[in-house]
T-cell receptor
Framework: DSGVTQTPKHLITATGQRVTLRCSPR?????VYWYQQSLDQGLQFLIQ???????AKGNILERFSAQQFPDLHSELNLSSLELGDSALYFC?????????????FGPGTRLTVL | GENVEQHPSTLSVQEGDSAVIKCTYS??????FPWYKQELGKGPQLIID?????GEKKDQRIAVTLNKTAKHFSLHITETQPEDSAVYFC????????????FGSGTQLTVLP
């Protein structure tokens, strides 16, 4: 158990809908990262937040957004969902926001868009 | 941006044998190279990492080597056990403004009893 929690574990929804995925980092970690894992694209970095502020952006679609709250939990919002958004979404956390440091992953949320 | 290539995509070994997974990266500014193990239905688990100022690191049956000149790094698992069966991912973190981990495509390791 990495100490990173994610809810829900599974999510099934329809095209055009909006969903919110939630992540709680390990105790003491200030950074949260979001990743998408699909069969054809592998593990792709989406976005990083550090202590409430956006720190780095990867291949995140404009339909997706994220935020980190004062208690350091983070939410990833996915809107206007398409079939191709079906994937595993992972959250990871680390102690600091810059430089190189270990990232610990949560168990993921499996999103299925029908 | 960074590009990480990982080989092989699948690897089967007999229990007790060694397994080697290789990765190459493109960005010479990358300075941190973690390896993750992902079991079915779970998130990636960090198993070992190496920084660019070190050539080799070992932790019990697992070792990682880094060749900065050739821009490649490898994971070595000795005395493999059935519980080592999983998908293994290498990754590289750029020390520049990219500030993100770029992952390889993964290796499905199967240890046959």
């Amino acid at each position: 158990d990495s100490g990173v929690t994610q809810t829900p574990k599974h999510l099934i929804t329809a095209t055009g809908q909006r969903v919110t995925l939630r992540c709680s980092p390990r105790s003491g970690d200030l950074s949260v990262y979001w990743y998408q894992q699909s069969l054809d694209q592998g593990l792709q970095f989406l976005i990083q937040y550090y202590n409430g502020e956006e720190r780095a952006k990867g291949n995140i679609l404009e339909r997706f957004s994220a935020q980190q709250f004062p208690d350091l939990h983070s939410e990833l919002n996915l809107s206007s969902l398409e079939l191709g958004d079906s994937a595993l979404y992972f959250c990871a956390s680390s102690v600091v926001g810059g430089g190189v440091n270990e990232q610990f992953f949560g168990p993921g949320t499996r999103l299925t868009v029908l | 941006g960074e590009n990480v290539e990982q080989h092989p995509s699948t690897l089967s070994v007999q229990e007790g044998d060694s397994a080697v997974i290789k990765c190459t990266y493109s960005d010479s500014a990358s300075n941190y190279f973690p390896w993750y193990k992902q079991e079915l239905g779970k998130g990636p688990q960090l198993i070992i990492d190496i920084r660019s100022n070190v050539g080799e690191k070992k932790d019990q049956r697992i070792a990682v080597t880094l060749n900065k000149t050739a821009k490649h790094f490898s994971l070595h698992i000795t005395e493999t056990q059935p519980e080592d069966s999983a998908v293994y991912f290498c990754a590289a973190h750029s020390g520049g403004s990219a500030r993100q981990l770029t992952f390889g495509s993964g290796t499905q390791l199967t240890v046959l009893p």
